[in-house]
């Protein structure tokens, strides 16, 4: 009786198992010659919770391609990236839905106003606890191109598809929908899924899905796919399919991850030994086929050497691949398992794959440097960096982010963090936080720990706070500071050695815990290089004294195996031998490095430049501290000898910067520089220049590119009197001290900037206010406005000087701020360049200087992809005269904007300029070769 009891039981379970589970059905048709797919499909959608919806809510994230004023378009944008913004109509993709149904009768629904990848359907009838809905849509996609995301159709007629059928929105206790933002994290609940494709003829079909029936007519094939508990919708037609299949008893790994040339036995040995790593430690995949793409790669690639030229290979071709696959696979097992919100805790995610990454090279190569075979090259054996383990670079990449207050709590959503953040710093401080807090557990814990919970939870719905709550029941430490400070806030790891007393018994020592936080440190008892003992101290608020045994100890080190992410290693160490052990030798090296914190290091750095047409080509020395690292102190002493002019110029600039967390004033700096350089043939100029600058952010949202700062400078000038020179003043020698406020909005789209500054001197002061406006509009027709005014609050300079007048073309940078190559030409090619300053003018007109008021306006516009056209107009005031009118216009040659320009004058005060004589002097250009300017291209993608 018993056992027939048991069995209805478990019958009766299994029943309400399998009719409570979520069921996709897609029947797609391709039309790959209109790029379209039309697809007929059923969702049968379980309410588990105990709450009665009336509404209900599905992703249609293919949609999120519809306009450029989508989610997924400003996300685009947002990163520099044009490609979607300038995209022509029949590239982008869209969803038209000719209805969804219930029981056959119509049901009203429409696209979120600013979502419209998401869909509000209104129930028929209520669906209440533990109860389903099944609705029936008929719709059609319009592929979209993948140069936006990868994913639509390539220029090789093949198929990327991810997120391309609808499907139902998670309810638990609130609709967990948000919008497609290119991040791969869309939340589903899992699902028995079948597909029935129709394609072509001449395509490959690859999914992760099981193959149940093919079907192969005249023109076309018929492919049946099924599969249970699946959240996995890729699916990819291919013309000359990649795809190799691995296969190890009732399991296979499919992938077209570039394999860089080796041999199919070692991809063979390769993956068997992957595969073996992750079923050890994460138990068997639920599924037959585990499905890796090189898009999956390069969307996560293993950073460091990988911006290297191709013809650069410092590992090993094996090592490289095995890396490739086991990073990709580790992420799409956990990402087809673990069943979390990924827009709102991918860092759970991100932290068990690289700390099994870094687990996997510790385990096969734990002798391979970060710069691989390069670290055995003669020269570079010298560099602190050679002696990186490749495990190293993972604090080494958070740390670019902590040292610019630039880094962003692990919970904060996906979609919330800056583009380094999101793919590189946050994922690497997640999987060195488990490495960190596994250090600090000990015996296995945490390993035993995630792979107990990851077993436990395979194919379940789970939370982060679920796996917090797992870990701290397997261990009696105290781990609530890793989900308290080191997880949800910025909080940086700072200790330092504050004060040693010893006992030939006994050293009592006191720690300093230099933030404000409650994380834990290692301490260190060694005798040369000797490990004599290690201690965990915790709960060090404001500072904390111990004493341990002697031991024969003779030196004291925190973080002594740099397990912990500290952001200053500096101060961690104490000699017990005497009073003069602790201070660090100096090192002098050749090319900047890595910070050693056992040593003051000073590097050195050859000059070869060409600043002016004065001096020439110039080689020197350059002296600094500044490592890889950014630090808060740093100096620069640069002499350099300049052949043209025959003397020694150069110059030299000490500061100091401090970051501020969590407030809207996040840097402050502060310093002195000082320059000595050519000005005119034979004349010399001194510049020194203390200053003061503060930069504030939005410090709740560091995606905004809203940045403002106010800098406060004092600039003493003493310049060689030039006789010769109708621009210069009859004083040689000046300061001026200056106050200016920036306000800067710098978008692909919209960009905006404006600036108030003032400046007073010994003779006059002035205000002036610059107004920057620049629209690219959707026809890739871009819109410049500029808008300058000034004045003079007090002038009592030379009235037959105009070297402190504001000017209309080509200001005399007085305060010698511009790059000029040739600043006091007035004729020649030096003379013609153009500085973006004051009235902004490219045509030299007769009156080219106001010293009372001026006020201009420059415009230009597309013409043609980079050629534009350009107009400036204005008034200028000089003192006794009657305000003028002065104007000029002429055409753009955009090459690189803000770095490389052309201007040709068409028609000014001057008349018809274009056909004027010497009309080649009249030309225009913008150059420069700033490497930090430069680099700005590539930091606005990322930071």
Known sequence: MKLRLLNCILFFLICFASFSQNKIDVKAIFDTENKQIKISQTIKYYNETQHELQTIYLNDWNNSYSSKKTPLAIRIADEYNNDFHLAKNKDRGYSTIASIKQNNQNLIFEQLKDQVDIIKVDLITPLKPNNSYTIHLEYTVQIPNSKFTSYGLTNDGDINLRYWYITPVVYNGKWQY???????????????????????????LISELDTNEIFQLTNKQIVKLEGKNRINNKLFLTKNSNFNTLQSDNFSIVSNIKDGGIQVIDKVLITEKITKFIFDNFGEYPHKRLLLTQIDYDKAPIYGLNFLPKFIKPYPRHFQYELKLLKTALHNYLENTLLINPRKEQWLIDGIQIYYLMSYVDEHYPNMKFLGSIANIWGVRSFHAADMKFNDKYILAFMLMARTNKDQPLSMQKDSLLKFNKNIANKYKAGIGFKYLDDFVNSNIIENSIEAFLSENKLKPTTSKEFESFLKSKTNKDINWFFNDYLTTRKKIDFKIKKVTKTKDSITLTIKNKRDNNMPISLYSLNNDSIISKTWIENINGSKTVTLPRNNANKLVLNYNSVIPEINLRDNWKSLKGFFFNNKPLQFKLFKDLENPNYSQVFFMPIAEFNNIYDGFTLGMRAYNKTILRKLFNYKIAPQYAFKSKSLTGSASISKTHYLENN????????????????????????????????????????????KSLSFRYVDIHRDEDLNNILTTNEPNYSVFNMRYIYSNDNLINFNKWYADFQIGKKFSKLAFNYEYRRLFESNRQLNVRLFAGTFLKNSTDINSDFFSFALDRPTDYLFDYSYLGRSESTGIFSQQYIDAE???????????ANQWITTLNTSTTLWRYILAYGDIGFIKNKLRSPKFVYDSGIRVNLVTDYFEIYLPIYSNLGWEIGQPNYDQKIRFKFTVDPQALLGLFRRRWF
């Open 178 to 204: 948000y919008s497609n933002k290119n991040l791969d994290d869309l939340f589903i609940p899992k699902s028995d899924i079948t597909l029935e494709i129709e394609h072509p003829n001449g395509f490959t």
């Open 839 to 849: 009235g902004g003018f490219k045509s030299k007109l007769e009156e080219p200087y």
């Open 664 to 707: 809207n004033l996040y840097f402050i700096n502060y310093g002195i520089v000082s320059s000595y350089t050519s000005y005119a043939e034979d004349l010399f100029v001194r510049k020194i220049t203390p200053s003061l600058k503060l930069q504030f952010r939005e410090k709740d949202d560091l995606r905004s590119n809203k940045i």
